[in-house]
C-alpha cells in the first residue's frame, strides 16, 4: 500500500508517524529541499514535532509532487488550508485521477471561501465519491507523545471511509467513520473560530465560567451555521464536533486557541503570526464564515466578536462588552 502525504507541517508528521505503524509505504512531499535532506540524513522533521522518528525504510520524502504521487493509491493532503492552491498549483486533473484524496485540513481556502473537498472536486474535478476527512479532536503534540486519541473519517462513501480509518487506526490512535463530511468539513472550521475567541477572552481576563459560557454558546453557534449551509440530522455531541471544539478550546496545545490569547493579550496580527511560527487556522476562518453567512439571517455573536477584533481593528475591550451581553 502507497500513501502520499502533503504538507510537511506538524499535522502531517503526526500523521506519518501513525501511518508507519502500519504496512505501508509513505512518500512524503514538503515543500523545503534542507528539510527533505535533513529527513534524509537525520530522520526527523527539523522543524515540527522534530522528536518523532521517520523510519527510512517506509518513509521517503520528496519535494517533486509529481513524483510523490506517482504510483500512489491514497494521498492525504495536509497544508493549512491558505496554502494548498499553492502546494498543488503544479498538479493537473490527470495526477489526481482514479486516487482515493483525503484532507486532514480543518479550514477553508481564504480567496474564495471554499471548502478543500470543494476546491478538489471543482479544480481537479475529483468526486466526493473518492474523497473522505480527517477529523476528531487529535493534537499532534499528542500524538508524538503516543498520548490515545481518536479520529473520526468522514466521507459520503462509508466503504472508503472505512478502509481509511483501518489504516490509520494503530496502538495509540482509534478510528471511527461517519457520511456527513459537509458537517464535519464545516465545524472544524467553526470550531477554530471559537477556539480563537476564548483564546481573545482569556488574554482580555475572562475566566473559566465565562469560558464555559462561550464553548456552550458556540455549540449553537456551530449548530445554526451548519444546520443551514449543510442541513441534515446529525448528533454534534460526535466527537468529531463536540470533542473537538472542546480540545481545541481548552488544550494547551491549540494554535487557535494561544493565537488568540496574544490578541487578547494586545498583540497585533503580525506579531502574533510571527511568535507562532505555526498556523491558526480560525484566522482565515473567521472572514470566510463571516463573509459566507452575510446572505443568512444567522446568530453569530462569536463570530462576530472575532471578526470585528481581526478584521475592523474594533475596540477589544468594547467588543468584549458585546459579546458578554450577547451570550447567555
Ligand atoms: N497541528 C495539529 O495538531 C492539527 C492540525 N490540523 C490541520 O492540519 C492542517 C495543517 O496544519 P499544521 O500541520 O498544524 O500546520 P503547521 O503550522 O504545523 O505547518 C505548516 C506547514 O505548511 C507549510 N507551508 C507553508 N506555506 C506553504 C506553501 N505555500 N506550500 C506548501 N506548504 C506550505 C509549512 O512549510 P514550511 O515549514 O516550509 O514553512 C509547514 O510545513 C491545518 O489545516 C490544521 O488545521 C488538524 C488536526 C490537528
Ligand atoms: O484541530 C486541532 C485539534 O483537533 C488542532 O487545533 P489547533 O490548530 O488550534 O491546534
Given at each position: 500500500?502507497?500513501?502520499?502525504?502533503?504538507?510537511?507541517?506538524?499535522?502531517?508528521?503526526?500523521?506519518?508517524?501513525?501511518?508507519?505503524?502500519?504496512?505501508?509505504?509513505?512518500k512524503w512531499w514538503m515543500r523545503s529541499i534542507e528539510d527533505v535532506e535533513h529527513i534524509k540524513k537525520h530522520h526527523h522533521n527539523p522543524?515540527?514535532?522534530?522528536?518523532?522518528?521517520?523510519?527510512?525504510?517506509?518513509?521517503?520524502?520528496?519535494?517533486?509532487?509529481?513524483?510523490?504521487?506517482?504510483?500512489?493509491?491514497?494521498?492525504?493532503?495536509?497544508?493549512?488550508?491558505?496554502?494548498?492552491?499553492?502546494?498543488?498549483k503544479s498538479l493537473t486533473e490527470s495526477n489526481l485521477e482514479d486516487k482515493k484524496i483525503i484532507s486532514a485540513i480543518k479550514g477553508m481556502i481564504p480567496e474564495n471561501n471554499q471548502l478543500i473537498t470543494d476546491f478538489l472536486a471543482d479544480k481537479y474535478a475529483v468526486s466526493h465519491q473518492n474523497m473522505g476527512i480527517i477529523a476528531g479532536p487529535c493534537h499532534a503534540e499528542e500524538v508524538a507523545l503516543e498520548k490515545q486519541s481518536y479520529l473520526t473519517i468522514a466521507s459520503p462513501n462509508i466503504k472508503l471511509a472505512t478502509e481509511f480509518a483501518d489504516l490509520m487506526r494503530c496502538r495509540f490512535v482509534k478510528t471511527s467513520v461517519l457520511s456527513d463530511i459537509y458537517g464535519v468539513e464545516y465545524a472544524a472550521v467553526m470550531k477554530n473560530i471559537v477556539a480563537l475567541a476564548c483564546g481573545i477572552t482569556h488574554g482580555l481576563g475572562g475566566?473559566?465560567?465565562?469560558?464555559?459560557?462561550?464553548?456552550?454558546?458556540?455549540?449553537?453557534?456551530?449548530?445554526?451555521?451548519?444546520?443551514?449551509?449543510?442541513?441534515?440530522?446529525?448528533?454534534?455531541?460526535?466527537?468529531?464536533?463536540?470533542?473537538d471544539l472542546l480540545v481545541t478550546a481548552y488544550s494547551q496545545f491549540s494554535r487557535n486557541r494561544t493565537f488568540g490569547n496574544m490578541i487578547g493579550r494586545g498583540y497585533s496580527v503580525q506579531a502574533a503570526q510571527l511568535e507562532m511560527n505555526m498556523i491558526a487556522e480560525g484566522y482565515y476562518a473567521v472572514k470566510c464564515i463571516y463573509e459566507m453567512m452575510q446572505k443568512h439571517a444567522v446568530e453569530m455573536p462569536i463570530t462576530d466578536f472575532a471578526y470585528q477584533i481581526l478584521y475592523k481593528n474594533a475596540s477589544l475591550r468594547k467588543e468584549f462588552e458585546v459579546l458578554k451581553g450577547k451570550l447567555k
Open positions: 500500500m502507497k500513501i502520499t502525504v502533503i504538507g510537511g507541517g506538524s499535522w502531517a508528521t503526526a500523521i506519518v508517524k501513525i501511518l508507519s505503524e502500519g504496512n505501508v509505504h509513505i522543524n515540527y514535532l522534530s522528536s518523532v522518528e521517520i523510519h527510512p525504510s517506509n518513509v521517503k520524502p520528496y519535494t517533486n509532487l509529481k513524483e510523490a504521487l506517482r504510483g500512489t493509491e491514497w494521498v492525504i493532503l495536509a497544508v493549512p488550508a491558505a496554502f494548498v492552491t499553492d502546494a498543488v475566566g473559566d465560567n465565562f469560558q464555559a459560557v462561550m464553548v456552550s454558546n458556540a455549540m449553537q453557534e456551530i449548530k445554526r451555521v451548519v444546520d443551514v449551509i449543510a442541513p441534515m440530522e446529525r448528533d454534534l455531541s460526535a466527537s468529531a464536533y463536540l470533542g
